[in-house]
């Protein structure tokens, strides 16, 4: 066969983060013959480019490693409850080499364009070096939060100090003892930079738009007795995590709201606030996502814990979210972060009173004056989970545009692919499961779920997988249902797609699975075991 009709791959994976890795491991394993083209200069993905200070997991550690490999879980030691980025990187570093992947990688390379050549059944890529790669299945394992948004702000360039988006923070040490520093965004990334900047820096000024509630995660050393213990229940920690709607250890209280007394409640609530991680948000009573009144007394609860910690008065109000109620946007795990405010060298600007005007050259300009600094961190969020996608030019059968296909939303059937777009895979797909679970835990379940189904095609002679569209239209109005019950769909966020800075996203679309992992895998399961019903095999 000449080279236009025979893939130069069977695979090509692009993206070398937690997805990427995992996935070629399985390819290998599968004996095909798989590479993984990736932007950075070394594989890590999320905590490859997210250097930025105060970056770690609001995942357990220990529930957050790859659990495939028994000996990866017996030699790697976790030092904190909540690992730190260079921790995170240094593993993901370690993963790689202990099993011989970066052979199969390729960095600093960008893949722009992909297309789907129908005549051959196989994918056609370019890559800004000008190189154009084929390949029979192309697993999509960008990340579900790669494409980061910087404001729509005049004046942006114009700043003559250091700015950065956390995400794209410089790989060189940054000074910031003693300088004027600005964070622009109050997300789980900004909460996580102010906390650990306020007492290094001269002046830090946070510009916020909307609060979030954030509570506190509670990290600390991993001491070697728990270490011990840690590695001693690993099986009990993944099962535990298998078991959970999030894939955390952290799973709801059985009870309803309205079911116990209030005394009871201040009971659990308390308890949850000193808890470690996610409980605070995912141990509560079931009902609490669901029922406004359930929800708004929790979100009175946590309100008094952010008043008694913050000093000022006003502070603590403008700190508090009115917009909506807690654990209805994506949770900021912190540490120390309300206490921030109460330094002298920290303070808060409102955006909602005096919204910026523009950058300048020596700092933000707001309505009411101009704020000079030294430094601009945007800590503005991301375009969530179709944002990577959006970036290559994807193209289908008949050269059809998966962008103009997501224009309204995406469609998908399981995550897993959409129509129209044979051969493609896709890991952290919207709707799909792994992009509403801690993250590892979801990954593993898809890469095992498509790796099983290429194993499935090679033994049944089948080179061409593709969903029904009847079978994404009910997977769609499925994930719809599904989600309309939770407080969460009505809320903008990046779970919504909501983003301000982007053409067509300052709107609420469904984008993430809502019904838990254990349900989420159930499905996939009937639909294998069911000879992969929904999908066209040929
Ligand atoms: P998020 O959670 O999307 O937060 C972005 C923040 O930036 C949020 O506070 C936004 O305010 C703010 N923002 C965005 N654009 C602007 C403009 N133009 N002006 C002022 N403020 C703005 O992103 P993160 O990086 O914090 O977190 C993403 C995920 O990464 C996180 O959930 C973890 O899972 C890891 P808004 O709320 O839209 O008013």
Redesign the pocket.
């Known amino acids: 066969m000449s080279d236009l009709d025979h893939p130069q791959y069977d695979a090509i994976v692009i993206g070398a983060g937690v997805a990427g890795i995992y996935q070629l491991y399985k390819l290998l394993e599968l004996g095909l013959d798989a590479t993984v083209l990736e932007t950075g200069s070394g594989p890590g993905g999320?905590w490859y480019w997210?250097r930025y200070p105060g970056a770690r997991f609001?995942s357990e550690s220990y529930t957050y490693g790859y659990s495939f490999s028994k000996e990866l879980l017996e030699e790697w030691e976790w030092s904190e409850h909540f690992a730190g980025q260079p921790e995170t990187l240094r593993y993901l570093n370690h993963v790689v080499d202990k099993f011989d992947l970066r052979q199969h990688m390729q960095f600093d390379c960008q893949v722009n364009a992909a297309s789907y050549d129908e005549h051959n059944n196989l994918w056609r890529l370019t890559l800004d070096d000008g190189r154009e790669l084929t390949t029979r299945y192309l697993l999509a394992a960008m990340g579900m939060?790669s494409a980061?948004?910087m404001?729509?702000?005049e004046g942006i360039d114009d700043f003559q100090g250091g700015s950065w988006h956390?995400?794209h923070w410089p790989h060189e040490p940054v000074e910031l003892a003693g300088q004027r520093v600005a964070v622009?965004?109050?997300?789980?990334?900004?909460?996580q930079v102010i906390s650990e900047i306020a007492d290094q820096v001269g002046e830090l000024t946070v510009?916020?738009?909307?609060?979030?509630w954030c509570a506190p995660l509670h990290n600390g050393p991993i001491d070697p007795i728990d270490q011990a213990q840690i590695k001693a229940s690993y099986d009990e920690i993944f099962d535990i995590c298998r078991r959970t709607p999030g894939g955390f250890l952290h799973g709801p209280d059985p009870r309803k709201f309205h079911e116990v007394s209030e005394a009871e409640r201040l009971e659990l609530w308390e308890r949850l606030y000193e808890a470690r991680g996610f409980s605070v948000w995912m141990s509560n009573f079931v009902d609490v996502g669901i029922r406004p009144e359930a929800n708004a007394s929790y979100s009175a609860f946590i309100a008094d814990k952010i008043r008694q910690r913050v000093h000022d008065a006003d502070t603590a109000e403008l700190l508090i979210p009115k917009d909506h109620g807690f654990g209805t946007?994506?949770v900021?795990l912190e540490t120390r972060y309300y206490e921030a405010y109460n330094r002298d060298n920290v303070h808060l600007v409102d955006?909602n009173a005096t919204p910026?005007e523009r950058i300048t050259q020596n700092g933000i300009q707001t309505t009411a004056r101009e704020y000079q600094f030294d430094i601009i961190i945007?800590?503005?969020?991301?375009d969530?989970i179709t944002g990577a996608f959006d970036r290559i030019d994807f193209r289908g059968v008949g050269g059809a545009a998966l962008r103009d296909q997501w224009k309204d939303g995406p469609n998908t059937f399981l995550g897993m692919q959409t129509s129209g777009f044979p051969n493609l895979l896709m890991l952290s797909g919207p709707l799909g499961g792994s992009v509403s679970t801690n993250y590892p835990r979801g990954i593993e379940t898809a890469v095992d779920w498509i790796s099983e189904l290429l194993a499935y095609m090679r033994a049944n002679g089948h080179e061409r997988v593709e969903p029904l569209p009847s079978a994404e239209a009910e997977w769609l109005q499925r994930v719809d249902e599904m989600y309309s019950f939770q407080l969460a769909s009505k809320v903008?966020?990046?779970f919504t797609g909501?983003?301000?800075?982007v053409e067509g996203r300052d709107r609420i679309r469904t984008l993430i699975w809502p019904g838990g992992a254990p349900r989420y895998r159930e499905h996939l399961e009937r639909v294998a075991s069911n000879g992969y019903e929904g999908f066209a095999l040929s």
Not at 184 to 191: D, E, K, N, Y
Not at 378 to 382: K, L, N, Q, R, V
Not at 498 to 501: A, D, E, G, I, V
């Open positions: 999320t997210n609001d939060l980061a948004t404001p729509k702000i956390t995400y622009i965004g109050t997300g789980a990334t900004g909460v510009f916020q738009r909307r609060p979030n946007r994506r900021p955006l910026i945007y800590a503005t969020g991301f969530a903008k966020s990046w909501y983003n301000s800075n």
